[in-house]
T-cell receptor
């Protein structure tokens, strides 16, 4: 079935640095990628939608200059958390529509810890 | 997309059937019911979906009431590995409606106990 590979699975970074998270569609073309954030004991919150070759669309309240999204190819979308702070520590998950009845497939998530 | 209401948490004994309810009283005619689950610290996993007929696959069964205002996900023989948060999501089968977004509610935390 359709697989989205997400890396890294865990990352610890210092406050003020930037972190890049990659999501690759392995056996299908992902023209759209959704990025979610999940805090402990909470549900997934949609942050933004990226479309190949165009600017990402951000949900209300999400800072586009802080969470840079690039979708340069049909198989790769990246999320860069810039100038990370401890409050950005969270679980980040990407998801792509598969074009089948399965609907959407999800990456395995990235646990970001900012110290 | 129609909103859904699920119990916050449920327990189930290992080997027994787990029945997870979902209310979606404002569902419209072209909206499907999807179920996903999220095991701790992993990405969500698709389980099953349906429009109005009952559905069954290797993972679960989905029972949708005749008026489509509620549904029940059934895990016939729950195992410890089924412990997860289960999300019931209602959305149009047309991907690009609402920008194709999949919006998650709070879900039900299912604990399968030995």
């Amino acid at each position: 079935g359709a697989v989205v590979s997400q890396h890294p699975s865990r990352v610890i970074c210092k406050s003020g640095t930037s972190v890049k998270i990659e999501c690759r569609s392995l056996d299908f073309q992902a023209t759209t990628m959704f990025w979610y954030r999940q805090f402990p004991k909470q549900s997934l919150m949609l942050m933004a939608t990226s479309n190949e070759g165009s600017k990402a669309t951000y949900e209300q309240g999400v800072e586009k200059d802080k969470f840079l999204i690039n979708h340069a190819s049909l198989t790769l979308s990246t999320l860069t958390v810039t100038s990370a702070h401890p409050e950005d520590s969270s679980f980040y998950i990407c998801s792509a529509p598969t074009g089948t009845n399965y609907g959407y497939t999800f990456g395995s998530g990235t646990r970001l810890t900012v110290v | 997309d129609a909103k859904t209401t699920q119990p916050t948490s449920m327990d189930c004994a290992e080997g027994r059937a787990a029945n997870l309810p979902c209310n979606h009283s404002t569902i419209s005619g072209n909206e499907y019911v999807y179920w996903y689950r999220q095991i701790h610290s992993q990405g969500p996993q698709y389980i099953i979906h349906g429009l109005k007929n009952n559905e069954t696959n290797e993972m679960a069964s989905l029972i949708i009431t005749e008026d489509r205002k509620s549904s029940t996900l059934i895990l016939p023989h729950a195992t410890l590995r089924d412990t997860a948060v289960y999300y019931c999501i209602v959305r149009s089968h047309l991907f690009y409606n609402q920008g194709g977004k999949l919006i998650f509610g709070q879900g039900t935390e299912l604990s399968v106990k030995p």
